[in-house]
């Protein structure tokens, strides 16, 4: 079983319509969950963290955790053409030291005009 | 320079070579990340040092050898690869919490080296 599992895509959108994502994690003591942004070409950026059970909105952005269902999604409203990337979301347990993420294997957006 | 700076971009090398992926953060951070990307999988976690130590090694084969100086210097030795070694290397870097400290969990990433093994 994958760690981080996503539906590859493409999942494709049109324009001011909304993207949902979606991802469920294995490990259940995964406390920390976060969506990078990966441009075709260039590196992953963070977008979104999310801590605790339920909804957390950063502008366009809305993050959900279901921490029993161990799932968490990502909804982008009013899409545009610029979130046309691969989103990869990401898991960790925090430690002491030497936290790192697992991620998934990203799902891929297209955002029609 | 800013952020996170990888050297080469490009590699192209033969199984018998030697050579060596460099990466730099100016960022003031205390943990540095090799990733490798390979098409249609997931980002994979290769070495991570923190406080410049070593604190994971994801049962990476011995081909591949990273070394850390110093917190702003990370190193990724090649030798005797293979074809499948073929990727795109990203270098990281972090705050690493330590204690009480929440992780941020925001990974800054280089532009990657993108290796080519004939």
């Known amino acids: 079983q994958k760690e981080v599992e996503q539906n590859s895509g493409p999942l494709s959108v049109p324009e001011g319509a909304i993207a949902s994502l979606n991802c469920t994690y294995s490990d259940r003591g995964s406390q920390s969950f976060f969506w990078y942004r990966q441009y075709s070409g260039k590196s992953p950026e963070l977008i979104m963290s999310?801590?605790?059970?339920g909804d957390k909105e950063d502008g366009r952005f809305t993050a959900q955790l279901n921490k029993a269902s161990q799932y968490v999604s990502l909804l982008i409203r009013d899409s545009q053409p610029s979130d046309s990337a691969t989103y990869l979301c990401a898991v960790t347990l925090i430690k002491a030291a030497g936290n790192k993420l697992t991620f998934g294997g990203g799902t891929r957006v297209l955002v029609k005009p | 320079e800013t952020g996170v700076t990888q050297t080469p971009r490009h590699l192209v090398m033969g199984m018998t070579n030697k050579k060596s992926l460099k990466c730099e953060q100016h960022l003031g951070h205390n943990a540095m990340y090799w990733y490798k990307q390979s098409a249609k999988k997931p980002l994979e976690l290769m070495f991570v040092?923190?406080?410049?130590?070593?604190?994971e090694n994801n049962s990476v084969p011995s081909r591949f050898s990273p070394e850390c100086p110093n917190s702003s210097h990370l190193f990724l030795h090649l030798h005797t690869l293979q074809p499948e070694d073929s990727a795109l290397y990203l270098c990281?870097?972090?705050?690493?919490?330590?204690?009480?400290?929440?992780?941020?969990?925001?990974?800054?990433f280089g532009e990657g080296s993108r290796l080519t093994v004939l």
């Open positions: 999310i801590y605790s059970n």
């Open positions: 990281a870097s972090s705050q690493d919490g330590g204690g009480r400290d929440k992780w941020t969990g925001e990974l800054f």
């Open positions: 040092y923190s406080l410049e130590e070593r604190v």
